[in-house]
């Protein structure tokens, strides 16, 4: 459909702004409940930037064989470094390696099957109230501009969201995700992903994960862009790795749970995805956790409430927070000591349960392993604040 100037208008009940993974699960299941949507997308076209991503298998529980085309390898065991140790962790069900730009090209298409009209090359302009609907403008990229009035508007457009800022919401805290693809080292397996926790460059942790026989992705979350980019390349050459080419990405830090819905004059207005912060902060993971969102923002439109989905989904977020507080500031002898309470009954809770069912793992953890609550519990008060991150992007 092509843009017919200034002042061009277009009507249909639901509006998605953004083509992200989220965004066009949302499509998917509204389209399948018998729902008008309309998912406007700013790229001219579905040839988003490669990302390779780990997750559980819990996506396809969700996705079921429509996850599948993505994968490019399972990882059956971490190995957790720090200060000389290692704890080695065999899962029993694999986490899958990822390919994001095939998962959101599969997931377009199904949102089209469940008849879901999808238009490229509208940027989101503006939102205003107008003739008892919100009037959503859009921008080409030859700068023609459209207008399309709805009932109710999804937000999907990442974590500096637009729509949620013309909605009212608050900006985020997002921190910057940069990672290399490189050779694997020699004598590493292709299905162990390798996890080193060195406090003095990261909060978080350093990961390098094979998505292939020979080669796979190193990476961090950082706090600043710029410094985060000097410090992988420190740790790649203290690794003897050589970079190919590098992923970036910006991720928000959930801080607290952020209502995903929001009654404006004309219609109502969604977050789903990165835009409403639907984020493990313990991993800055967001592929399950957004899928999951976004099952229950459309639960929310077509019952015309919030139901048992977020809510299930915001008590898990909380978890990861309450877990994050505690290890945000740990120095190297709390992880070296962190991994020698991990005893073989510990280590068998981990191999069991995933990291998206935190709140089982984590009463297993202190059931099997009780010094693990007062370490917990130690750090928790004398350990300092969780921050918030709202750096530069890398």
Request: with cysteine.
């Amino acid at each position: 459909m092509s843009l017919r100037g200034k002042g061009s208008s277009l009507s249909g009940p639901i509006g998605i702004i953004g083509g992200s993974v989220a965004g066009l699960f949302t499509a998917h299941l509204l389209g399948q409940a018998g729902k008008r949507v309309r998912v406007f997308e700013g790229a001219e076209d579905f040839d988003p930037k490669p990302r390779t991503l780990i997750v559980t298998h819990r996506l396809l529980e969700i996705l079921g064989d429509v996850g599948k085309s993505s994968l490019v390898n399972e990882i059956r065991r971490f190995e957790l470094f720090t200060d000389g140790r290692v704890a080695r962790i065999a899962l029993r069900h694999p986490d899958l390696v990822i390919e994001r730009s095939k998962l959101i090209r599969d997931l377009a298409a199904t949102a089209q099957g469940s008849g879901a009209q999808i238009s490229f090359g509208r940027r989101f302009v503006s939102m205003e109230q107008k003739n008892g609907a919100l009037n959503v403008q859009l921008q080409s990229s030859q700068g023609a501009t459209e207008e399309a009035q709805m009932s109710t508007v999804v937000a999907a457009d990442g974590a500096i969201s637009r729509v949620a800022k013309s909605a009212g919401w608050p900006a985020q805290p997002t921190a910057p995700l940069l990672q290399a693809i490189v050779r694997l080292p020699k004598g590493m397996s292709s299905d162990t992903t390798r996890v080193w926790f060195i406090p003095e460059d990261t909060p978080y942790f350093y990961w390098l994960i094979p998505d292939s026989p020979t080669q796979g992705v190193l990476g961090l979350i950082g706090e600043e862009g710029p410094e985060t980019r000097r410090t992988l390349e420190k740790f790649l050459e203290k690794q003897h790795l050589e970079p190919l080419e590098y992923q970036a990405a910006r991720i928000p830090v959930y801080s607290g749970w952020t209502p995903v819905s929001r009654r404006l004059p004309g219609g109502d207005v969604y977050l789903v995805g990165d835009a409403a912060g639907h984020v493990k902060v313990t991993t800055v993971g967001g592929i399950v956790t957004g899928l999951r969102g976004a099952a229950g923002v459309s639960e929310a439109i077509l019952a015309g409430k919030p139901g048992r989905k977020l809510r299930d989904l915001r008590r898990e977020l909380d978890i990861h927070l309450l877990i994050r507080k505690v290890i945000h500031n740990f120095n190297q002898a709390r992880y070296s000591r962190l991994v020698d309470l991990l005893n073989a009954r510990t280590r068998q809770d981990l191999e069991e349960h995933t990291r998206d069912e935190p709140g089982g793992v984590l009463w297993r953890l202190c059931l099997h392993q009780p010094r693990l609550l007062l370490f917990g519990l130690r750090a928790a008060l004398t350990g300092g604040s969780f921050p918030a991150h709202r750096g530069s992007a890398p």
